[in-house]
């Protein structure tokens, strides 16, 4: 079993920063892709940014310029870097990624989601 912890949710004033991480644990062979979701109430959960094990990185246009995403695959922790908050960057912001584990010879390759942290930016 894989289990994703995200952490440094927080409220915070318009304009202000935040860092999001995202530790991933349990039966990790490999991590494949990791991204940022969010979703606030009555919409559906949006794309903010993703990364790929070699570095490529997709970033939301609402949010591009604002927000870089990073990972650090020798601890299995994704990062998300939160510039210039806006009032409409309150989210619950939740944590995936495609984890490879072995049982046995066979390679399984699952896709996982953190409980998420709520980011509020209000003054």
């Known amino acids: 079993q894989v289990q994703l912890v995200e952490s440094g949710g927080a409220l915070v004033q318009p304009g202000g920063s935040l860092r999001l991480s995202c530790a991933a644990s349990g039966s990790i062979s490999s991590i494949y892709g990791m991204g940022w979701y969010r979703q606030t109430p009555g919409k559906q959960r949006e794309l903010v940014a993703t990364?790929?094990?070699?570095?490529?990185?997709n970033v939301a246009d609402s949010v591009k310029g604002r927000f870089t995403i990073s990972r650090d695959n020798g601890k299995n922790t994704l990062y998300l870097q939160m510039n210039s908050l806006k009032p409409e960057d309150t989210a619950v912001y939740y944590c995936?990624?495609?984890?490879?584990?072995?049982?046995?010879?066979?390679?399984?390759?699952?896709?996982?989601w953190g409980q998420g942290t709520q980011v509020t930016v209000s003054s």
């Open positions: 990364n790929t094990r070699d570095g490529s990185t």
């Open positions: 995936n990624a495609q984890v490879a584990h072995y049982s046995g010879i066979v390679l399984h390759v699952n896709d996982y």
